[in-house]
T-cell receptor, first 116, second 115 residues
Framework: AQSVTQLGSHVSVSEGALVLLRCNYSSSVPPYLFWYVQYPNQGLQLLLKYTSAATLVKGINGFEAEFKKSETSFHLTKPSAHMSDAAEYFCAVSDPGGTSYGKLTFGQGTILTVHP | GAGVSQSPSNKVTEKGKDVELRCDPISGHTALYWYRQSLGQGLEFLIYFQGNSAPDKSGLPSDRFSAERTGGSVSTLTIQRTQQEDSAVYLC?????????????FGEGSWLTVV
């Protein structure tokens, strides 16, 4: 079975500071990995995904993540936080095998707060 | 439509009543998923459709929950005899196919409150 652990349910940064949101996964096979963002009262929007191509993945809004197999991690970073980045972020994993149907298993989420 | 559309956006119902939640996926998307988002439980998978069939219903929490999809498009999630623990946001999502690397697109959810 796959699982995802997001370290830190809440992260607070100052505007302009580095954003680092941590995600570790557990999977018997190299998985596909995703980061989604959820703004208040909205659905989830894909930020970026890793599907076994380049290990450093660039996404929307200046975010990027690096797949590190040795550390079973897929941490999300952004060099300089904006106020508009305040939201909840979810890391998710799916099994590349055909029997998973693309189903996502999500972490518990990290709420990012950005201070002026 | 341009995105995944869900209705109603908000629903307050009395305990014991039945509710129906509707999802209209992105046109042409064959894969459709239902998830539930609640405090303390996070995002939980409920059911997956490929076309009109549901190969994976493993996440449905009880036999009070059912779902169907017709015409390979619109899906309805039905909760019978609602309980307070059913209060949550029900998210529908769709994808072009069930390939695991595809992007899954989410709707804005149906907020269900059982009183």
């Amino acid at each position: 079975a796959q699982s995802v652990t997001q370290l830190g349910s809440h992260v607070s940064v100052s505007e302009g500071a580095l954003v680092l949101l941590r995600c570790n996964y557990s999977s018997s096979v190299p998985p596909y990995l995703f980061w989604y963002v959820q703004y208040p009262n909205q659905g989830l929007q894909l930020l970026l995904k890793y599907t076994s191509a380049a290990t450093l993945v660039k996404g929307i809004n200046g975010f990027e993540a690096e797949f590190k197999k040795s550390e079973t991690s897929f941490h999300l970073t952004k060099p300089s936080a904006h106020m508009s980045d305040a939201a909840e972020y979810f890391c998710a994993v799916s099994d590349p095998g055909g029997t998973s149907y693309g189903k996502l298993t999500f972490g518990q989420g990290t709420i990012l707060t950005v201070h002026p | 439509g341009a995105g995944v559309s869900q209705s109603p956006s908000n629903k307050v119902t009395e305990k014991g009543k039945d509710v129906e939640l509707r999802c209209d996926p992105i046109s042409g998307h064959t894969a459709l998923y239902w998830y539930r988002q609640s405090l303390g439980q996070g995002l939980e998978f409920l059911i997956y459709f490929q076309g009109n069939s549901a190969p994976d219903k493993s996440g449905l929490p009880s036999d009070r929950f059912s779902a169907e999809r017709t015409g390979g498009s619109v899906s309805t999630l039905t909760i019978q005899r609602t309980q307070q623990e059913d209060s949550a946001v029900y998210l529908c999502a769709s994808s072009p196919t069930a390939f695991s690397g595809n992007t899954i697109y989410f709707g804005e959810g149906s907020w269900l409150t059982v009183v």
